[in-house]
């Protein structure tokens, strides 16, 4: 993953990692069906996942930019939602493909950085390593 992308949080960091890895995967799996569905589901499950682990933590920390995050993450599960019907037309498969993991990079940049951002200055207020 390119360094712009670390946010120095190692297990988000390590989670953004995997779920890049699959969406490079999917993407050169476009003409086996059987796998690409695979790693369809996959990414969905680990993508959940990771947006409920930074959810969590924002919650615990109650980060006051939660709401417009959370949102962040939604439009990325829609987005990908969006590619499970395999039986459009492959232009629109083509046009749609990247988009996911434009949006899940760009978040990445947008929310994920001011959020760890936050959560450095206050793991320091409260004295936590
Ligand atoms: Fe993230
Ligand atoms: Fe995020």
Known sequence: MDSKYI?????LDSQHEEIE????????????????HNL??????????????EESIMRI???PESQEHRKSHLEVLKSLESQKD???PS???????????RLFLEQ??????????????????????
């Open 91 to 101: 232009a629109d498969i083509e046009k749609l493909r990247d988009q996911p993991m």
């Open 108 to 129: 990445i940049l947008s929310q994920d950085m001011r959020f760890a951002a936050f959560i450095k200055r206050n793991k320091e207020r409260l004295g936590i390593q």
């Open 40 to 53: 369809f589901e996959s990414l969905c499950e680990k993508l959940k996942f990771h947006f409920y682990a």
């Open 21 to 36: 890895t699959i969406f490079n995967a999917l993407q050169g799996a476009v003409e086996d069906k059987e796998r690409w």
């Open 86 to 88: 395999i039986n459009l």
């Open 7 to 11: 946010l120095g949080i190692s297990e």
């Open 61 to 63: 920390f109650a980060y």
